[in-house]
């Protein structure tokens, strides 16, 4: 079977580092992606992962450890615009294409 | 160079109706999905699709749902005779190839009363 799982809500203070944390299972992973959600809005892509190690790209990283099945997406400086949903999901050689999406973890930033 | 549209962005349906829902990808984009966001869930894959093709549709109920994405025109997803249980938001995303991110929509908030 194929399941995702991240926590459900994380709370952090304004100008601090977070990590988000993502455990996946799937058969013939082929690359896991980081999606940040504001409510009522579009997922809009933050990062991308197929091979090991870490992926910085301004404020955001993102880390990916296939032999543990394990990412994290690292949230530095931050702001009360990220605010937000974070979805961890996951792509597989037979999906097709298409990602299997955990739950999302909900941040909460406080000033 | 406009994003994913979706349209209308919220709608109601009383039960039994039909509902259809739109979606223009990306321009150059020619790689479709549907995914389907219940409150405090998390997206669900629902069908991809490809210009006149349905690649992959192992999400979709086999009953009252279907998908197209004709040669010309955005691609609707069709939801007929609607029940309570239908109500979610249904985004739909594009990418130019199966390796590409995929680039989401605002959505449709389809309504059941």
């Known amino acids: 079977g194929q399941n995702i799982d991240q926590p459900t809500e994380m709370t952090a203070t304004e100008g601090a580092i977070v990590q988000i944390n993502c455990t996946y299972q799937?058969?013939?992973?082929?690359?896991l992606f980081w999606y940040q959600q504001h409510a009522g809005e579009a997922p809009t892509f933050l990062s991308y992962?197929?091979?090991?190690g870490l992926e910085e790209k301004g404020r955001f990283s993102s880390f990916l450890s296939r032999s543990k099945g394990y990412s994290y997406l690292l949230l530095k400086e931050l702001q009360m615009k990220d605010s937000a949903s974070y979805l961890c999901?996951?792509?597989?050689?037979?999906?097709?294409?298409?990602?299997?999406f955990g739950k999302g973890t909900k941040l909460s930033v406080k000033p | 160079n406009a994003g994913v549209m979706q349209n209308p962005r919220h709608l109601v349906r009383r039960r039994g109706q039909e509902a259809r829902l739109r979606c223009s990808p990306m321009?150059?984009?020619?790689?479709v999905y549907w995914y389907r966001q219940l409150p405090e869930e998390g997206l669900k894959f629902m069908v991809y699709?490809?210009?006149?093709?349905?690649?992959?549709e192992s999400g979709m109920p086999k009953e009252r749902f279907s998908a197209e994405f004709p040669k010309e025109g955005p691609s609707i997803l069709r939801i007929q005779q609607v029940v309570r249980g239908d109500s979610a938001a249904y985004f739909c995303?594009?990418?130019?190839?199966?390796?590409?991110?995929?680039?989401f929509g605002n959505g449709t908030r389809l309504t059941v009363t």
């Open positions: 992962n197929v091979l090991d």
């Open positions: 799937t058969s013939g992973f082929n690359g």
């Open positions: 999901a996951a792509k597989s050689r037979g999906s097709q294409g298409n990602l299997i």
């Open positions: 321009k150059g984009h020619s790689h």
């Open positions: 699709l490809q210009k006149e093709n349905i690649i992959d």
């Open positions: 995303a594009s990418s130019p190839d199966r390796g590409s991110p995929l680039h």
